[in-house]
């Protein structure tokens, strides 16, 4: 009977924070990922030509996908294509070492969280997990404007 029980509420539970989290924080380009987002192309000024847009985009992504299915370093490949049809190749490679190396931090610092909270669980795991981020966070620059 508590076995029912505990699923039920689990199950409640889940439907609401799943409504909750439906919603939209202020319509489309507004969610999580911020302006970053892609609007519908209904609702673009040009509905066809972002259309032909994301088809072509989708069509260069397949084709380094494919060219790059087969190398060691795949994520090396990917940048090197991506960056080959950019404007500016250099800018774009610059970029690309930049967000790699800060994604590196991060899971340096994921890292450092799992093996500094190894063997707890539950409540004591979150609490870990959290106070190892408000460390990392007190290290770390406040660079948002």
């Known amino acids: 009977m508590k ?3 505990a699923t039920l509420l689990g199950a409640a539970l889940l439907c609401g924070s799943l409504a909750v989290n439906a919603q939209s924080p202020g319509g489309p380009g507004k969610g999580p990922m911020g302006e970053h987002r892609m609007k519908p192309c209904s609702q673009e000024p040009d509905p066809a030509k972002c259309e032909a847009t994301r088809k072509e985009m ?7 996908h494919e060219s790059c299915k087969d190398k060691t370093d795949r994520r090396a490949c990917m940048t090197e294509q991506y960056c080959a049809k ?3 190749p250099a800018k774009c490679q610059a970029q690309a070492r930049e967000r790699q190396a800060k994604m590196g931090q991060h899971m340096d610092a994921r890292q450092a969280a799992a093996e500094a909270c190894t063997g707890k669980r539950g409540d004591e795991l979150h609490k870990c997990m959290g106070e190892q981020r408000e460390k990392h966070r007190a290290r770390k620059p406040d660079t948002k404007g």
Do not use: Q, T, W
């Open 58 to 64: 989708r069509e260069r992504v397949k084709a380094m």
């Open 3 to 5: 076995l029912s029980i």
């Open 86 to 88: 950019s404007p500016d």
